[in-house]
């Protein structure tokens, strides 16, 4: 079990998503970076789903209240347990009382954003509509229904002994093994959408040729950033249509907005392009205030591009699969 | 160890080019010569002494196969440089094998005197990675 100690607010408590649940109205919330997510699951022997706290505002304190083991990931927060250092993208273990902080986060070789505690099992919420991540908008799932506060209990889903689930090793962080850069800015690639031909030749350049910077009127609902005004050739207007997180719609400003985790489930803007889903969790880290670039992609490479990322879990599972028995063993 | 395991070395080691084969764990240490008809299995009664009586110093090995990194992957500062104070049981180095990081600790309270493997490169198990002033 641990408490949260701090009291600042939008820490929440996310797995993959609600993923079935569009065809009801109902956003798909779920970790903004789900690889991130789904390593911290795999370092712990947990389902790459399982849920974990999603934590966006730093510092953050949580103190065990009873022994166990947890998993950090996504944004190096220059972590202490207590006064001792830890690394990032790492299993550890907790005796009672001890305490975890996070620190903002470090530059270093990769910014972001968000990092992500995990705990044996995944945090034990009920599951609603096939989720257990937070969905603000309707108050249900996660935590009660809302990010966690100073004083809340949460626990994890499999208790026990630390020694049943062997830590102490960590994993490349897949911003590494897997970067996406153009010059020198973190990428992303992009599907042109529906109305990409509405807009005139020069803004579809620019689109792409531009760095975007991410405004502070980004959130997990979407992220506003600030460029060239993209202009369309003609005024379009469209009944409110299903939309998913990735969708870039543009306003009549002519500055995008991309959908996030907790984007509502539809939307009338005109859609210029969609980021993949492969590449999603490196805008949901990448910084208030940081740019970004655009690349155009295609289906093929979209869905090659899911399958790379799914071959990186795969193999970090086995990896941590081997230690863990190693481990457990010595 | 079990005896039929080192047969089944044996036979591998047989199929190889590699000389010598070498296994150490806790209290059993195996030497196998490629050609020898001798090899030699070392049982030691007890554990080893945690602290080995070497004034000229402590050599840490790699505890596995894999790339020697001295800073973490995401970090530019090395874990440990020479002249730091080590306390027993923290990282002063990682192993890399894939996407897996290992760590490579302290084995006691001690002062870095030199690493010895080089930053970035594959090391074999029981490489010297540092060498250690036990305080």
Redesign the interface.
Not at chain 1, 168 to 174: A, E, R, T, Y
Not at chain 2, 72 to 76: A, D, G, M, Q, Y
Not at chain 2, 96 to 103: H, K, T
């Given at each position: 079990m641990i408490e949260i100690m701090s009291a600042s607010a939008l820490a929440t408590v996310q797995d993959l998503g609600r993923c079935d649940a569009l065809r009801w109205g109902v956003g798909t919330a779920g970790a903004m970076d789900p690889l991130a997510l789904a390593a911290g699951n795999i370092l712990l022997g947990n389902d790459a789903g399982a849920a974990a706290i999603e934590v966006p505002v730093f510092p953050f304190q949580v103190r065990f209240t009873q022994d166990g083991v947890f998993a950090l990931t996504g944004a190096?927060c220059a972590a202490r347990l207590d006064d001792?250092p830890l690394?990032?993208?790492?299993a550890g273990q907790a005796r009672a009382g001890q305490v975890l902080s996070l620190g903002l986060p470090?530059g270093?070789?990769?910014a972001a954003s968000r990092a992500y505690l995990c705990l044996a099992g995944g945090v034990d919420v009920p599951q609603v509509l096939g989720s257990r991540s937070t969905q603000l908008r309707g108050a249900f799932g996660g935590f009660e229904g809302r990010a966690l506060r100073q004083g809340d209990v949460l626990r994890a889903a499999v208790s026990g002994s630390p020694a049943a689930r062997p830590t102490?090793?960590?994993?490349?962080?897949?911003a590494?093994?897997l970067p996406l850069q153009r010059d020198g800015v973190p990428a992303m690639r992009v599907l042109p959408a529906a109305e990409y031909s509405h807009y005139t030749e020069a803004s579809r350049a620019a689109f792409w040729a531009a760095e975007w910077k991410i405004t502070a009127q980004s959130d997990r609902y979407g992220y506003r950033l600030a460029g060239p005004v993209l202009e369309a050739r003609t005024t379009v207007e469209m009944r409110s249509h299903g939309i998913v997180p990735g969708v870039i719609q543009v306003p009549s400003g002519g500055q995008p907005i991309v959908q996030m985790r907790d984007a509502q489930p539809s939307g009338g803007y005109p859609k210029l392009g969609t980021v993949i889903e492969a590449d999603l969790w490196r805008l949901g880290q990448a910084p208030i205030g940081s740019r970004v670039r655009f690349i155009e992609t295609t289906w093929e490479q979209a869905t090659a591009a899911l399958d790379e990322t799914d071959a990186?879990l795969a193999?970090?599972r086995r990896?941590?699969e081997?230690?863990r028995h190693q481990r457990a063993r010595? | 160890m079990r005896f039929d395991s080192i047969q089944q070395l044996s036979a591998w080691l047989a199929d190889t080019d590699i000389a010598v084969l070498e296994l150490s764990g806790?209290g059993v240490s195996l030497r196998l010569h490629q050609g020898d008809a001798l090899g030699t299995i070392e049982a030691q009664g007890a554990a080893p002494p945690a602290t080995p009586v070497r004034p000229q110093g402590l050599t840490v090995r790699a505890p596995s196969v894999g790339v020697f990194l001295a800073a973490?992957?995401?970090?530019?500062s090395p874990l440990a440089s020479p002249g730091a104070r080590l306390r027993a049981g923290?990282?002063i180095g990682?192993m890399?094998?894939?996407?897996?990081?290992?760590?490579v600790h302290a084995p006691q309270d001690a002062i870095v005197r030199a690493v010895r493997a080089a930053p970035g490169t594959p090391v074999g198990f029981g490489t010297p990675l540092f060498e250690l002033d036990p305080l």
């Open positions: 190096d001792a690394l990032p993208w790492w470090r270093g070789a990769w102490g090793f960590g994993l490349v962080p897949p590494l093994a990186w193999e970090a990896l941590v081997l230690a010595s | 806790p973490h992957p995401l970090h530019s923290e990282p990682l890399q094998v894939g996407a897996l990081l290992l760590p």
